[in-house]
């Protein structure tokens, strides 16, 4: 949505962002719908969404990245057993996503591949992430109806076991929250949302960027802004170098409580074969994996 009209500046009325944002937002708001409305091209589309019913759906946006999605599968299946884990193959690379649905198969793990996305390229990446988010809800979720259901960036890694669900027992929906300004959102790598919230209310995972918010801040009007933050607990985020002797930013993770984000994007590209390979190395310490294939 763009931004209240008493929030813009006497510069912002001069350069008419007032009517280019609304212009713009309902652009988008017309492209999202009708990428939502695509229906799934899968055969085995209706086992997949009946196998949702009653559970706890854990969902993975894939982008391009295998070895991401089997090592973490293997780790969710192994601490986190009670969920269904689903990999929602959102890749532009079709032979990427080509060793995605493979693997899946091999190991037997959910999957589905997305509709060719509206947004393309690194700079639209947050864009279409949420649309992604979005289709899975419209197309998986909404008629597979879940006890409750969960997103995750391909890049984080349970390392023990643990129970991301439990506090949906108090709350309606959970997660890492992200502040701009004195607004609030939870990250769409790690949040989590009763079934019946999501009925409730009519949850959207665009952004919300004319007022701040990346992937998952489209739902500031309808559900953050009516909730105080305070009532959900923080998890303790830790940022360190996974190489030994290098700098904090040329080696970047971070330790969300026991999950361990690799955050691909960031860090110094000299340095991103080390990393990957520091990271699995740490993996495989945790929890012996298997190799893919």
């Known amino acids: ?95 990427a996503a080509q060793a995605i ?29 949420g649309q992604a988010m979005n289709w899975v809800l419209r197309q998986i979720l909404t008629p597979g109806r879940p006890v409750s259901f969960g997103y995750i960036d391909h890049d984080l890694f349970p390392t023990r076991p643990c129970d991301p669900f439990a506090p949906l027992e108090s709350l309606p929906f959970y997660g890492d929250k992200r502040w701009a300004g004195n607004r609030w959102f939870l990250w769409a790598g790690y949040c989590f949302f009763r079934f019946e919230q999501a009925e409730r209310t009519r949850l959207d995972f665009s952004q919300d960027w004319f007022i701040g918010l990346d992937t998952g801040g489209a739902n500031w009007a309808q559900l953050y802004s009516q909730w105080d933050p305070s009532r959900l607990p923080d998890r303790p985020i830790r940022e360190t170098s996974i190489l030994p002797g290098v700098e904090l930013r040329q080696a970047y993770v971070e330790w969300r409580e026991d999950w361990l984000h690799e955050v691909g994007l960031a860090g110094d590209s000299a340095f991103k074969a080390q990393k990957r390979a520091a990271v699995l190395r740490l993996l495989e310490d945790r929890a012996p994996l298997s190799k893919a294939g």
């Open 101 to 129: 649905r493979s693997d899946c198969r091999t190991h037997q793990v959910p999957y589905v591949r997305l509709p060719r996305n509206p947004w393309q390229g690194l700079a639209a990446a947050s864009r279409s992430h």
């Open 1 to 95: 949505m763009p931004k209240r009209l008493s929030e813009h500046t006497f510069r912002d009325w001069i350069k008419l962002r007032p009517i280019l944002q609304s212009i713009k937002s309902r652009r988008y708001r017309m492209i999202d719908r009708a990428y939502c409305r695509i229906a799934p091209s899968d055969a085995a589309i209706d086992s997949l969404i009946a196998s949702c019913a009653g559970r706890q759906v854990l969902v993975t946006i894939a982008f391009n990245d295998a070895e991401l999605i089997q090592v973490q599968s293997q780790l969710v299946r192994r601490f986190i057993p009670q969920a269904l884990h689903l990999i929602a193959d959102n890749s532009s690379d079709a032979t």
